[in-house]
């Protein structure tokens, strides 16, 4: 019973920290550069432990994350919804690649959620963007996806809950 609190514990603190990220300020020229860390967090849970870290689950991290942006209602919702399916539908290949080998795959699975956010923002008009920057976070979430997957799984086996 303990080691499961502590595991809740751990998976609530590393959203704790990922919606931390998502709000903390950055200089203008550095908001395209942003990892989507909820994103990362989610795909490591996902691969994880399915059990515990879901598509339900996705939509609710999804609307917090909407709440705390500002964002349009459900955006973040239904592209953290895809990015678990997708984790969850590739997560015993996934476990099976290697570190820069999921990278990869984390770059499209983000760039994926990027191009549907992006798409139902111009389709309610709240974007005039005709650029691909808004494509960069897949590429920086890609990159720091090593230190977030290792990280979490140092904290796994530091409490001892492998």
């Known amino acids: 019973m303990a080691g499961s609190r502590r595991f809740?514990?751990?998976i609530a603190l590393s959203f704790f920290v990922a919606a931390l990220f998502v709000v903390a300020p950055l200089p203008g020229w550095?908001?395209?550069f942003r990892p989507d860390w909820v994103a990362l967090a989610l795909i490591f849970w996902a691969i994880q432990h399915p059990g515990?870290?879901?598509?339900g689950f996705a939509w609710l991290l999804g609307i917090m994350v909407d709440a705390l942006t500002g964002s349009l209602f459900g955006l973040h919702a239904l592209g953290l919804t895809v990015v678990a399916y997708l984790a969850l539908r590739l997560r015993l290949?996934?476990?099976l690649f290697g570190i820069w080998q999921q990278a990869s795959v984390v770059?499209?699975?983000v760039g994926l959620q990027l191009l549907l956010?992006?798409?139902l923002?111009?389709?309610f008009g709240l974007s005039r963007q005709d650029d691909m920057l808004f494509l960069l976070p897949a590429v920086t979430s890609a990159i720091f996806w090593p230190l977030a997957s290792l990280t979490l799984a140092k904290a796994l086996?530091?409490?001892d809950l492998d």
């Open 107 to 109: 770059l499209v699975i």
């Open 157 to 159: 086996r530091v409490l």
């Open 117 to 119: 956010e992006q798409w």
């Open 93 to 95: 290949r996934l476990r």
């Open 52 to 55: 515990r870290v879901g598509i």
């Open 121 to 123: 923002r111009m389709l």
């Open 8 to 10: 809740n514990s751990l």
């Open 30 to 32: 550095a908001m395209h």
